[in-house]
Every structure is written in C-alpha cells, then in structure tokens.
C-alpha cells in the first residue's frame, strides 16, 4: 500500500494553478494549499480568490492566506501540527524564512521556469523572451534561505520558439508539473542527489512593473516585437497617442531600407499601420486604445487616418 505523504503546496497564479492541477491527480495531492491574500482586481475592483484557491476549494484542500510568513508563529505552529512531509513551491510571491523551510522531513523544492542559475528572481519567463533567448527550461531544486539560490534537483530544456508569455508560461508549468510528479517517488526514497549551482553564473531578474510595459522607439524593431510578446498577459506594451495610451497587442516586423524618425507612423503596402524603429519598423496587427476595444490596425486607420505622420512618443 502507497504511502500518503503530507503535501503542502506553495502558489498562486496561474503558473502554480497548473502544476496544481496535476497533482492534485495523483497520489501526492497537497493537505493544505498556501496563497497570498484575495486582491481587487479589474476596473471594479472586486476582491478575488487567487487560483490555486480556487481549485483547492473545489477538490476539498484547506487554504491558508497569510499575508506574511516573517515571524508568524500562528502559520509556524499550525505547520508543526501537521508535521508535513514536504514543502512544494512555485511561484509563490511571499518568501519562506529559515524557521519554516526547516519544517518538513523531506524539504522543501521548488519549480522554477528557468535553467538556473541563469535568471533567478521574479520574472525569469518574460527576461528569456526579452533576451531573445534560443532556450530556456524549468528547474527543481532543494530550497535555501536565498533566492533561487539551492541546489538541483532536475532541469529541463527546451526551445523557445516565437512565443508570447502567457504561451510560454503554460508550456513550462506543464514541463514542470511533469518533472516534479516523476521525481518525488525517487525524492521520497531519497535516490536524488542535489548538484550545487555554479553562482558565479547566476543572473537576476526583477518583479515587472506597469512602466515596463512603455515602449522605447530608440530600440530595434526585433527587441520592440519581443517585448510585445514579454508583456502580452500584463502590464501590456503601449505608447501615447494624443495623450492616451495606445497598447501594442501584436505586431510585426517590418525590414525597410529607408530611415523614418524614430516613431514615425507610416502606412504599409496592405494599408497596416506600422511604426519606424531605430532599425527596421514595427508592423500593428492588433492594438487597443484606451478605454476601447482591441481592434486590427487597419480597422484602426480606417476611423483615423491622421494617424499618418504622427511620431508616436
């Protein structure tokens, strides 16, 4: 008879969900699911469950929503009371202080979507977009007191073809949620030797802000089209327009010859909008101006044709 370990899973959007959701399936499903608080969310501001809170509610797992674990003794001694097995964690948002990582028998693992140590930190999904990166994975490791910071599990590689974030994130949750449900038999039965990081080679990435999103025309067409695709989920690329905010939904390049100002709005032979860059221009397929819809460019350019010879800022 299999024995049931006691799992607590640590995540909250939907990278976590995902991962979630597979084990949930098996026989490591978590006895208790750890998230960050409800948020308001959208215009309205309504206060919203995270999505592991959701699928944990659905499949009767308790949640807890600290919204902190520094010096919190009550989340401490109910995670004593347990006596968990083991700590899983991806894509969490709070960190776990040395008190609580030395909890369970077993450790505490974490799944990152990144070939550490290569971009440690918050946003490692959209930087090997950025970067225009011909590979990225997903990494397991024995959690630390640092970042990103402990020894590994198990990676894995893959290709990254043109792809958006949101695309890229599920494709490596999953990845993920796989390697993780393979490896725990043999994590359990202690037949895995963690290999330290080479932290020399570490780099770090940062928690994207909204102001990310703000396109820089100075920068080349190639590096512009990628970042579209970097903040496709959120905070969105986008420019102004007449004072408002233009988002750049996808987009195109463009190789032209000839020089425009660096911002300049042209229109193509297909009569699409497209933007000059400081090397090759930006074709528009769909953008959205503010407080409107997502509509084509030439949708667009149809009801605005003063776009043309605009210099977008």
Request: hydrophobic share 40%; proline share 5%.
């Amino acid at each position: 008879m299999n024995k049931k370990y006691k799992i607590v899973f640590f995540g909250t959007p939907e990278f976590a969900e995902i991962i979630l959701k597979k084990l949930i399936k098996t026989k490591f499903k978590p006895i208790v699911t750890i998230t960050c608080p409800d948020k308001l969310i959208g215009r309205k501001q309504i206060l919203s469950p995270s999505l592991t809170k959701k699928i944990s509610i659905n499949n009767k797992i308790d949640v807890w929503q600290p919204k902190s674990l520094n010096n919190n003794d009550k989340i401490t001694n109910k995670l004593l009371k347990i006596q968990p097995d083991l700590f899983i964690v991806t894509a969490y948002g709070l960190i776990l202080p040395k008190k609580i990582l030395d909890i369970p028998k077993y450790g505490c693992i974490n799944i990152h979507p990144s070939l550490l140590p290569k971009y440690r930190g918050a946003s490692p999904i959209h930087q090997s977009i950025l970067s225009l990166d011909k590979q990225t994975g997903v990494s397991i490791i024995l959690m630390d007191e640092k970042m990103d910071h402990g020894d590994i599990i198990i990676q894995q590689e893959i290709e990254i073809k043109l792809t958006t974030y949101k695309e890229l994130s599920k494709k490596l949750a999953n990845i993920g949620a796989d390697l993780l449900i393979e490896i725990l038999p043999k994590w359990f039965k202690n037949k895995l030797k963690p290999i330290p990081q080479n932290h020399q080679q570490a780099s770090f990435t940062y928690k994207i802000k909204k102001t990310d999103g703000k396109i820089n025309w100075n920068q080349s067409a190639k590096k512009i089209e990628a970042s579209i695709r970097a903040y496709n989920l959120w905070p969105n690329s986008y420019t102004i327009l007449d004072n408002k905010i233009l988002k750049i939904i996808e987009a195109n390049i463009l190789k032209i010859k000839k020089r425009e100002p660096v911002g300049k709005v042209f229109l193509s032979k297909d009569k699409k909008i497209c933007v000059s860059c400081q090397k090759n221009a930006l074709i528009l397929e769909k953008i959205q101006i503010q407080g409107k819809k997502i509509i084509t460019s030439r949708d667009f350019y149809n009801g605005h044709p003063d776009i043309i010879n605009f210099v977008l800022l």
